[in-house]
């Protein structure tokens, strides 16, 4: 299994990808810097991506509001599921809808 480690910061990034842009492989940056040659091959891809010289995926920002969006999504359902779970306590409780039998 791999270790975990936190983002490179994105001015490190913008400073390697200027590196690629200025002619330098990913190849040769990778063994004088941490990340990998395929690191920054993905980095080159989503910079391209976000300044949009390529169709074939997401721009960081897209992406970023995809995230809220999932997160927001995920806590309206929950918040759903509670109301409903509580409107149905709360008819029982004031006897408006009869209590479920096994007899039906």
């Keep these: ?14 400073q390697i990808i200027a590196l690629v842009r ?4 990913p190849e ?3 063994t004088e810097f941490e990340p990998t040659a395929q690191t920054i091959h993905n980095w080159i891809r989503q910079a391209d ?10 721009t960081s920002v897209e992406r ?3 995230q ?5 999504n995920k ?5 759903r599921e509670i109301l ?5 306590w709360f008819a029982r409780e004031t006897n408006s809808v009869p209590p479920k039998s096994s007899s039906s």
């Design 49 to 58: 991506r976000d300044e949009g010289h390529r169709p074939d995926g997401v």
């Design 68 to 72: 809220r969006l999932r997160r927001e």
């Design 75 to 79: 806590r309206l359902r929950t918040e």
């Design 1 to 14: 299994m791999s270790k975990s480690r936190h983002p490179y910061p994105l001015g490190f990034r913008e």
């Design 64 to 66: 970023k509001e995809l």
């Design 84 to 88: 409903a779970k509580a409107a149905a």
């Design 22 to 25: 200025a002619g330098r492989t």
């Design 28 to 30: 040769s940056l990778s």
